[in-house]
């Protein structure tokens, strides 16, 4: 392409112009820089960077609650008598058989009630029979016009009461004897013994719990965690449970129930997970709990990348093609957050990077940068 350059050359009789043709590309450069067409001018800064993070369930770096195994059944074991304890037969970690003898009280004032119970229930039965003695001599001399009807009605309620004696010290007895029976506790169920309230020697009262019997068929792993994660937590939340010394161990768990009160001194609610039977954990282990499984990741976000729009909770997505990116906002179904995270239930899917710093500043399809880790 040909182009022609102008050159004015002042002189003092007049204006000479004079045509200069030369070959020569047409550019920017070749333009005055006071008109501000210059290359640079013309450049546009690069799209910023942004803080993300890349959407995963985390696994055990994940937050973590501390937690122990129980049994679904377990029952606090006491006598129903008042007495002192002489003998207990099982310590704690004992495994035991329904009827096995746990622990037994000192039975000699206990023998020396049903002994008086049962000379009570024989002097009773002496008064009755002299009574009926009595009723029938009186009705033997009514019917010879001997003894008088109020005589014969005498003999009568003397004999009624006597019937009522004998009933009650019969009663008593049978006290007596089932108190007797109470000085023997044994186990109502196959178990494990897994706490211990009173040594032997002790002087227990009528329902002092003594130890507590937990079964072995049903076991679960309970925590504590604080209100505000219950907060939309669904009935069945899905959990794994390992131990620290086994980390590669893993267990799924479901939630059984949530306690409905919360503990007044740390304002905490306790969970129930529901354990597989192929668990290996033992009745009292500590182990630790996460929201989320394999085959149910728990996916969270943190918690600045969140914001509301239209009375609903949105995020930053980070759309790549190429060396090119942009931005997009998705609604979200939040669950409930801990220590930062929130629980992500629906809208998003692991693999997704959200944008989690300067959330406010962002448009919807705004070109972006290069990620940077927060």
Request: contains cysteine.
């Amino acid at each position: 392409m040909m182009a022609r350059r102008i050159v004015a050359i002042a002189g003092r009789g007049g204006l000479l112009l004079a045509l200069a043709a030369f070959p020569a590309p047409v550019t920017a450069q070749d333009l005055p820089r006071w008109l501000g067409l210059s290359s640079e001018a013309a450049d546009l800064p690069a799209p910023r960077p942004v803080v993300t993070e890349i959407l995963e369930d985390r696994g055990q770096a994940a937050r973590w609650v501390p937690g122990v195994v129980a049994s679904k059944t377990q029952v606090s074991m006491a006598f129903q008598t008042l007495g002192r304890m002489v003998t207990r037969q099982v310590e704690l970690g004992d495994r035991v058989r329904k009827g096995d003898v746990l622990a037994e009280l000192a039975t000699e004032d206990l023998v020396a009630n049903t002994r008086a119970a049962r000379a009570a229930l024989d002097a009773a039965e002496v008064q009755l029979s002299t009574a009926h003695g009595t009723l029938e001599r009186t009705r033997a001399l009514v019917g010879r016009s001997v003894a008088s009807d109020a005589q014969m009605e005498q003999a009568q309620r003397a004999a009624t009461a006597a019937e009522a004696a004998v009933a009650q010290a019969r009663s008593q007895l049978a006290r007596a004897e089932d108190a007797e029976g109470f000085a023997r506790m044994t186990a109502p169920f196959d178990g494990v013994i897994s706490a211990i309230y009173e040594a032997p020697g002790a002087v227990v009262g009528a329902g002092a719990p003594i130890l507590q019997l937990s079964a072995e068929d049903w076991r679960e792993a309970v925590i504590d965690v604080p209100e505000t994660t219950l907060a939309g937590l669904p009935p069945d939340a899905a959990f794994t449970v390992w131990q620290r010394n086994a980390p590669d161990e893993e267990v799924p768990a479901v939630l059984n129930r949530i306690d409905p009160l919360a503990d007044v001194a740390t304002r905490t609610r306790r969970l129930y997970l529901t354990l597989p039977p192929e668990a290996q954990f033992r009745l009292g282990a500590l182990v630790r709990a996460r929201l989320g499984t394999v085959g149910a990741p728990a996916l969270s976000v943190a918690a600045e990348a969140c914001f509301t729009r239209d009375g609903g909770v949105w995020v930053w997505r980070v759309r790549r093609q190429g060396e090119a990116a942009h931005v997009e906002a998705v609604a979200v179904k939040t669950g409930p957050d801990f220590l930062g995270r929130v629980l992500v239930l629906e809208g998003l899917e692991a693999g997704d990077e959200i944008v989690i710093r300067g959330v406010n500043s962002l448009q919807d399809g705004q070109a972006v940068g290069r990620r940077v880790d927060p």
